[in-house]
């Protein structure tokens, strides 16, 4: 993969993205039918958000269950999608940055041989859509019966949180030194019943990711 030399534009690089994509953004991607450059920045946050919360309480994230909490309108035309969080369902506070001059320009990625199996499947196919679709899946009040039980449980312990958590927090500790800490500092702003519930909450996962035999802290 060759990297560019352009500076990250507009709000995508406040979002952190980086490439290659993981599986969980590449399966949000593929779900949603969209390329990434035609998702919108805040959604981008939600998505880092989710990331960020799902695995500093050793949950892995999906896209089903990261998609259980929005809604998706998309327009007839090809344009941007936008994900709309679903009231008294979305454990992430609403993401109101203003992004300025991300329509304006892009940069390009250059997958070279090395590079191909992080974008390309065995069969060549592309692991999510390079190019603007003008198709995008529309998703609304999903219920927990169309969930996996693994994505349930997902959304399950994430519905434990009763006060609605920073968005934008939560994204600022995206490769964190000490992400825990940083996270227990943006979680204590919106009070301290909810920091000692995701005290409570992380103690009790980690005795079942102990159980389950996964020993390491997550990568956040």
């Not at 090809?78 to 679903?86: H, Q």
């Not at 227990?184 to 103690?203: D, P, T, V």
Request: aromatic share 14%; proline share 6%.
């Amino acid at each position: 993969m060759a990297e560019s030399n352009l500076p990250a534009k507009g709000g995508y690089g406040w979002v952190a993205t980086d490439l290659p994509l993981d599986d969980f953004t590449m399966g949000v991607l593929r779900v949603l039918n969209i390329a990434p450059t035609q998702l919108h920045p805040n959604s981008w946050a939600y998505m880092q958000a989710f990331r960020v919360l799902c695995q500093s309480l050793y949950l892995q994230p999906s896209p089903y269950a990261f998609l259980y909490f929005y809604d998706t309108r998309p327009y007839q035309r090809t344009t941007w999608l936008s994900l709309i969080s679903r009231p008294n369902i979305s454990r992430l506070d609403a993401f109101s940055q203003s992004f300025k001059h991300f329509k304006d320009g892009y940069f390009k990625v250059v997958v070279k041989e090395e590079g191909k199996p992080y974008f390309l499947n065995v069969d060549g196919s592309t692991k999510f859509p390079f190019s603007w679709t003008g198709t995008p899946s529309r998703y609304k009040d999903m219920g927990t019966n169309e969930l996996s039980v693994g994505d349930k449980e997902v959304v399950e312990t994430l519905m434990k949180f009763v006060d609605k958590l920073s968005t934008k927090g939560l994204v600022r500790v995206y490769n964190s030194v000490h992400p825990i800490i940083d996270i227990e500092g943006h979680i204590a702003q919106s009070g301290k019943k909810n920091l000692a519930f995701f005290q409570s909450l992380r103690k009790e996962m980690v005795v079942k990711a102990k159980a389950a035999g996964k020993t390491n802290v997550p990568n956040l």
